[in-house]
């Protein structure tokens, strides 16, 4: 693949790419197996109700860091990346960025102590809902947008290994039965926040960029580039948070612990794809301004190797679910694995969809599309959950059912926009195509 990649690219471009993808290649490892470590650990600890409860506040929260990372970790990296050289115009985007964040982080805590104090299915365990709200201001403060913008993600590697590796220790040091589950996300917050005043620090001696209070109308600005994408965020969470959410609403903890088990694995093999695609994004966002064709030539390359690794990991995958999910949570598990072989496809879906979504589609700005496709899914998974879930009542299998329509039809749909935008991403079907996008 780096010869493929050389031979696009120019020698000292191809060099910064490269030690950008061992960087986050790294992380991704450790990302990987940490909780490969603890996942199971906490799963087999814990329990499944108690691990389902502490999944079904993650999912809660996430719609707020959903509210705080608004859209910035996509248009932020685009906009640092644009403007690397000019230190006047990062300083004001950085900051911009960084209090905007600030500010939706209050704004997020305010809705979620109302919610959380107001009903009793949340004020009954509310202090594992508050702490769970800290992973919330520790994304806020880790400013993973402008390191990837800056194409400085050793960073972001040494960082984020270094709070992962005292979290997983300090999880077997701390977690010893099922009572203790408020370590949980006592310690994930604790690490995030952690990591984002370091982070702050480093950007302020490294970087020469001093935190600074912005006007309001470059605080909104920011806002307003990343609105498609928030929304877009919104959505999502509309047809992945939501189906835990609302699953964990009509059954029970145990259920959500089931379903949990096998998403959480599909996501961990998934995420073998981010640093490849994290690593090249800064530069097709450049080359989009040189030649669409050749950005669109480049995405293909990419696409070809995704789709190849991850039909050898489903196969994998399939014959091996039972033997792995024993080894690793015990015997059981039997609906887990159920659910597991139900979304395998998954594993092919979703690292396409990143390439589509965060790579091909906002590269060539096409931000507008993200609502209106997330959107389309957010509709979709609302009705399928209605149905599924309340009228057909097939608890966690209509929630896969309906996470695995919703994923595949949205893959679907951005592919055909970026087809009628003249964008030909997919290796196998439009190799000889010409660029239409301007």
């Known amino acids: 693949?780096?010869?493929?990649?050389?031979?696009?690219?120019?020698k000292e471009e191809n060099k910064k790419i490269f030690s950008n993808f061992v960087s986050l290649f790294f992380l991704q490892g450790v990302s990987l197996l940490l909780p490969l470590i603890t996942f199971p650990y906490l799963v087999r600890v814990l329990g499944i109700e108690?691990?389902?409860l502490v999944f079904f506040a993650q999912a809660f929260i996430a719609y707020f860091s959903t509210l705080t990372e608004y859209g910035f970790n996509l248009t932020g990296t685009r906009e640092i990346s644009l403007h690397k050289n000019d230190s006047n115009k990062l300083i004001k985007i950085y900051n911009s960025i960084l209090g905007?964040?600030?500010?939706?982080?209050?704004?997020?805590f305010v809705i979620m102590s109302i919610v959380v104090l107001s009903f009793e299915k949340f004020s009954i365990d509310w202090k594992l809902y508050f702490l769970t709200y800290g992973v919330v201001v520790g994304t806020a403060l880790f400013p993973t947008w402008f390191f990837q913008g800056m194409e400085k993600m050793?960073?972001?590697?040494?960082?984020?290994?270094?709070?992962?590796?005292?979290?997983?220790?300090?999880i077997f040091v701390l977690v010893k039965s099922s009572e203790d589950y408020l370590w949980v996300p006592s310690l994930y917050s604790i690490g995030n926040i952690f990591v984002g005043i370091i982070s702050l620090i480093i950007i302020n001696k490294q970087f020469d960029i001093?935190?600074?209070?912005?006007k309001a109308n470059s605080v909104f600005q920011q806002l307003k580039n990343g609105w498609y994408v928030f929304i877009s965020n919104v959505s999502i969470n509309l047809y992945s948070a939501t189906t835990t959410f609302v699953l964990g609403l009509v059954t029970n903890a145990s259920m959500v612990g089931y379903y949990a088990i096998a998403v959480k694995m599909i996501k961990i093999i998934a995420t073998l794809f981010a640093p490849l695609n994290q690593s090249v994004y800064p530069h097709i966002v450049q080359l989009t301004k040189k030649s669409p064709k050749e950005a669109a030539s480049f995405v293909r390359k990419i696409m070809k190797y995704t789709i190849i690794i991850s039909i050898g990991i489903l196969l994998i995958g399939i014959f091996f679910t039972r033997p792995l999910?024993?080894?690793v949570f015990g015997h059981d598990v039997e609906h887990s694995i159920l659910l597991f072989r139900l979304l395998s496809p998954l594993i092919i879906i979703l690292p396409i969809a990143s390439i589509l979504f965060n790579i091909a589609l906002l590269s060539f700005k096409m931000d507008t599309h993200f609502f209106k496709i997330y959107r389309t899914g957010a509709i979709l998974n609302?009705?399928?959950?209605?149905l599924l879930l309340f009228v057909v009542k097939l608890s966690t299998i209509g929630a896969g059912i309906s996470l695995l329509i919703c994923e595949t039809t949205l893959t679907v749909y951005a592919g055909i926009l970026l087809y009628k935008s003249g964008i030909y991403v997919f290796p196998f079907f439009m190799k000889n195509k010409i660029i239409n996008h301007q």
């Open 325 to 327: 999910f024993y080894l």
């Open 210 to 214: 001093p935190f600074r209070l912005q």
């Open 50 to 52: 108690k691990y389902g």
């Open 1 to 10: 693949m780096r010869k493929q990649i050389s031979d696009l690219l120019g």
């Open 382 to 386: 609302v009705i399928l959950l209605g």
């Open 154 to 170: 050793k960073f972001i590697t040494i960082l984020t290994v270094i709070s992962k590796t005292i979290f997983t220790v300090l």
């Open 100 to 108: 905007a964040r600030l500010m939706l982080v209050s704004l997020g």
